[in-house]
Structure formats: structure tokens, C-alpha cells
């Protein structure tokens, strides 16, 4: 993990093509914000994990998630 320390209006540049602005630190909140190409998603970490929990959910116990439209067994699965 790299960890940075940045102040308002101090940016951080992932690729060519992400930026990440340090906008207000208020007490232990930290606004940040993102310009990224629009085919790339962004997620707070309990939405993703939410998100992913609901898929788990609705799938099939022995096939995982389609990666590239391939179905794709689990490992051990027969």
C-alpha cells in the first residue's frame, strides 16, 4: 500500500487518466475528489461491498460471476 500525505487542493494522479484532489479536511473528514474517465467506477467501500454481497446473493452456489460474458465454475465445484 503507498500512503501519501497531501493538503487542500493537493492532487494525487493514478495512470493518465485519474486525478484525485484533497477539496476540505473538517475534523477527521477528508472531501476528496475524482475526475476520471466516465468507464471508470467509482465506489465508496460499503456500497462496492454491499453491491458485491446483493450479487453473491442472486448467484448460483456452484458458478461464479461471468468475467468477459465466459461462465466460469468455483474452484472444487464439479
Known amino acids: 500500500m ?10 494525487i494522479r ?4 485519474v486525478v ?5 479536511v473538517r475534523g477527521s473528514q477528508v472531501r476528496l475528489g475524482v475526475d476520471a474517465p466516465t468507464d471508470v467506477r467509482i465506489f465508496r467501500e460499503e456500497v462496492y461491498r454491499a453491491t458485491q454481497d446483493a450479487k453473491g446473493e442472486h ?16 474452484p472444487g465445484a464439479a
Not at 503507498?2 to 492532487?11: D, F, H, P
Not at 448467484?59 to 468455483?74: L, Y
Open 20 to 24: 484525485i484532489r484533497v477539496l476540505e
Open 59 to 74: 448467484a448460483a452456489d456452484d458458478v461464479a460471476a461471468p468475467v468477459n460474458g465466459e461462465s466460469r465454475r468455483k
Open 2 to 11: 503507498l500512503i501519501l500525505t497531501r493538503k487542500v487542493g493537493e492532487m
Open 14 to 17: 493514478i495512470g493518465d487518466a
